[in-house]
């Protein structure tokens, strides 16, 4: 088996989730973002709403919902897109390693003349080629709705909002597969990531009612992807190196470990 074929076969054989998680995440961003204009018509009544409710504005992140910035970055990138695309590459993180061995499909790979640290490595890539997929996608529905919705936001904008809600996904993607290469237990990679996707989302919103916990938002993905306000200042060069470190980190760490133990039969 040639070494590119991991890779693109990955990819052929996962291209129906592709797909449909493409097609998931294009629906949620364009039925919320449509929701922009009628929610502009009633900006003193959500204005006036938010400012009765602040601990609990501040909790869930809504910021100034009378503008297309404020809206967007509370609903399509402050909760639903990011939630969706971990989801989804959790799923996809935990089938590249731990779901194929427990099914026995890695083993048939290793029986050819290909490493192990092969093997993770273009798994690796092709989770961060699915996270970019499910990003792009976002930025295209935006960018095509834009103008009809009077969004106003610079494609740019737009752009680095995407790529930071993609690179949550892609840490948490990559946390699946992490553990299921270090582990070999899909219910361990799943579990694990989904685990600590919930605590870094809780960080880093319910988080900050409480003083003592703030410690947390520092931990959180979603932290340095959301709060540097990617859709109003654009992209924050030193919050996004974080957000690819992590990922790095992980895999590096998994494909030393899978290199050293023992794959289940």
């Known amino acids: 088996m040639p070494v590119r074929d991991i890779f693109g076969k990955f990819l052929m054989d996962s291209r129906r989730g592709i797909i449909g998680w493409m097609i998931g995440v294009a629906a949620v961003t364009a039925l919320y973002s449509s929701f922009w204009p009628s929610m502009e018509n009633t900006s003193e009544a959500m204005g006036a709403f938010v400012e009765q409710m602040p601990q609990l504005a501040q909790a869930m992140g809504w910021g100034d919902l009378s503008t297309a910035e404020g809206y967007l970055g509370a609903t399509v990138f402050g909760l639903l897109t990011p939630i969706l695309i971990s989801i989804a590459a959790i799923a996809f993180g935990t089938r590249a390693v731990a779901g194929e061995e427990e ?13 192990r640290y092969r093997v993770v490595v273009q798994r690796f890539a092709a989770l961060a080629v699915f996270t970019a997929l499910l990003g792009a996608t976002i930025w295209v529905v935006l960018a095509a709705l834009g103008p009809a919705l009077d969004l106003g ?4 904008k737009l752009a680095a909002a995407a790529l930071a809600t993609a690179l949550i996904g892609f840490c948490y993607g990559t946390l699946a597969l992490a553990v299921g290469a270090v582990t070999g237990r899909r219910t361990h990679a799943i579990a694990g990531a989904a685990v ?5 989302y809780l960080g880093n919103t319910f988080a900050l009612q ?6 947390m938002r520092f931990l959180s993905p979603f932290y340095y ?3 540097p306000e990617p859709l109003v200042n654009g992209g924050d060069p030193g919050y996004t190196a974080v957000l690819v470190a992590v990922p790095l980190v992980l895999a590096a760490a998994a494909t030393a470990r899978f290199a050293r133990r023992d794959v289940l039969v």
């Not at 099914?103 to 003349?113: S, V």
């Not at 600590?196 to 870094?200: D, E, I, K």
């Not at 409480?210 to 410690?215: I, K, M, P």
Request: aromatic content about 4%; overall charge negative.
């Open 225 to 227: 992807a959301l709060d």
């Open 196 to 200: 600590l996707a919930v605590v870094g």
């Open 103 to 115: 099914e026995g499909a890695l083993e048939l790979i290793l029986t050819h003349p290909v490493s």
């Open 153 to 156: 936001i610079p494609l740019a």
């Open 210 to 215: 409480q003083e003592q916990l703030e410690w």
